[in-house]
């Protein structure tokens, strides 16, 4: 299983102030703080924000993301209206998608450094 993720941002502080906002629809917070990371989670810190000053502008296709779980559709929604409102661009509008063993309801956003981020929930499945 894997026990959390990093991801890379140019400003720690815009990076913060986004995904606040972006994700608090899926009960994530802020748990941790440092001068160059901070971490969010439920718990402890899932989903890292790494400061990289000399970032890169993201590939158009990067050929990764990473996908959050959801508590609801109306959680997903959520987090890519806040995404949306907050400098984040559309990579998947919600709604119902097939995957390969089951369907599920999920969200792309691409965030303002061009991280992939997706947000899903099974509905009818034990909640996230």
């Known amino acids: 299983m894997i026990d959390h993720v990093s991801i890379p941002v140019r400003n720690l ?3 913060a102030t986004f ?3 972006v994700l608090a629809p899926l009960g994530y917070a802020k748990l941790v703080e440092r001068p160059a990371t901070i971490g969010f989670g439920k718990r402890y810190p899932e989903f890292w924000l790494n400061l990289r000053t000399d970032l890169l502008p993201a590939a158009a296709d990067p050929g990764t993301h990473i996908c959050l779980r959801a508590p609801s559709e109306e ?3 959520a987090f890519h209206a806040q995404a949306l409102a907050h400098g984040g661009a ?3 509008e919600p709604g119902p998608r097939q995957a390969a063993m089951t369907t599920y309801y999920g969200a792309f956003i691409r965030d303002p450094d061009g991280n992939k981020i997706e947000a899903v929930c099974f509905p009818g499945a034990a909640k996230a």
Do not use: F, I, K
């Open 13 to 15: 502080a815009a990076g």
């Open 19 to 21: 995904y606040d906002l």
């Open 75 to 77: 959680a997903v929604r």
């Open 90 to 92: 559309n990579d998947g």
